[in-house]
């Protein structure tokens, strides 16, 4: 008999606490999905910024290389069109 109570006891005392426990698990559920979604946020702007800066940088180089090329292109007619002329 002292069994069986202390085991409906001990059964009670787990449905008690399985509310809080629910609420507690929730409750930091809650943290982490708003942690997660605060470190995607600051890596997604990082990304973005360092795109942007490599875009910057890329498109700086192309206008070099496009007016390095016109130059190069320039000497080049220029050489032709002396060679034309002897």
Do not use: P, R, W
């Not at 007619?77 to 002329?85: D, G, L, N, Q, T």
């Amino acid at each position: 008999m002292k069994k069986i109570i202390l085991s409906l006891a001990f059964v009670a005392l787990l449905a008690s606490c399985q509310g809080k426990t629910k609420e507690k698990l929730d409750e930091a559920k809650d943290a982490v999905t708003e942690e997660v979604n605060t470190t995607i946020d600051t890596a997604k702007s990082k990304a973005k910024a360092e795109i942007d800066s490599i875009k910057e940088k890329v498109k700086t180089k192309m206008d070099s290389v496009v007016v390095n090329s016109a130059n190069e292109i320039e000497k080049a007619a220029k050489k032709i069109k002396e060679s034309v002329k002897k």
